[in-house]
T-cell receptor, first 112, second 114 residues
Framework: GDSVTQMEGPVTLSEEAFLTINCTYTATGYPSLFWYVQYPGEGLQLLLKATKADDKGSNKGFEATYRKETTSFHLEKGSVQVSDSAVYFCALLIQGAQKLVFGQGTRLTINP | DTAVSQTPKYLVTQMGNDKSIKCEQNLGHDTMYWYKQDSKKFLKIMFSYNNKELIINETVPNRFSPKSPDKAHLNLHINSLELGDSAVYFC?????????????FGSGTRLTVV
């Protein structure tokens, strides 16, 4: 079935470090891919998305490129801030399907 | 102005009780969802409604019953609550199947069964 696998957390970095959170997927069709972020005590917010191969989603300094050949959608940011501390979820949605499928989430902590 | 609002935000109740969680969206979306997030943060879909019609029911115990009086509302009623029902429940909505714009989530309802 369709699934998403994210790198194991927790991830701890210092402020201004480079961030990569790996995400790979298995899908029977051609999915749209998403990154959601969950700040402590809050709901999920859409961070960025890509709907077809080679698309790059970007928002708030975060980027992710839809790589069909490696079935990946890794999240990157060049210089993280303390305020980026949150849980990040990679997700996919198959065309014609009815549900967003999430990875297990990666907790990110940024130290000053 | 809240796009997807859930009430209550916190719910503490005893085993065996019946409780409801309400969800409303003002985005004009035609599809609504309930997701359950367990203690390890894993998110799993429970139900999906499109224009008041149930389209997904993911192997959820019969004690859970969603109700959609109109396309802006999707409520979740839980009978005979069990300890294992303790989780955060998220309501979400999307326009169509959400392929291009994703889902909009509420802030969650933390249910604690004691």
């Amino acid at each position: 079935g369709d699934s998403v696998t994210q790198m194991e957390g927790p991830v701890t970095l210092s402020e201004e470090a480079f961030l990569t959170i790996n995400c790979t997927y298995t899908a029977t069709g051609y999915p749209s891919l998403f990154w959601y972020v969950q700040y402590p005590g809050e709901g999920l917010q859409l961070l960025l998305k890509a709907t077809k191969a080679d698309d790059k989603g970007s928002n708030k300094g975060f980027e992710a490129t839809y790589r069909k050949e490696t079935t990946s959608f890794h999240l990157e940011k060049g210089s993280v801030q303390v305020s980026d501390s949150a849980v990040y979820f990679c997700a996919l949605l198959i065309q014609g399907a009815q549900k967003l499928v999430f990875g297990q989430g990666t907790r990110l902590t940024i130290n000053p | 102005d809240t796009a997807v609002s859930q009430t209550p935000k916190y719910l503490v109740t005893q085993m065996g009780n019946d409780k409801s969680i309400k969800c409303e969206q003002n985005l004009g979306h035609d599809t609504m969802y309930w997701y359950k997030q367990d203690s390890k943060k894993f998110l799993k879909i429970m139900f999906s409604y499109n224009n008041k019609e149930l389209i997904i029911n993911e192997t959820v115990p019969n004690r859970f019953s969603p109700k959609s009086p109109d396309k802006a509302h999707l409520n979740l009623h839980i009978n005979s609550l069990e300890l294992g029902d303790s989780a955060v429940y998220f309501c979400a909505s999307s326009q169509g199947r959400g392929r291009n714009y994703g889902y909009t989530f509420g802030s969650g309802t933390r249910l604690t069964v004691v």
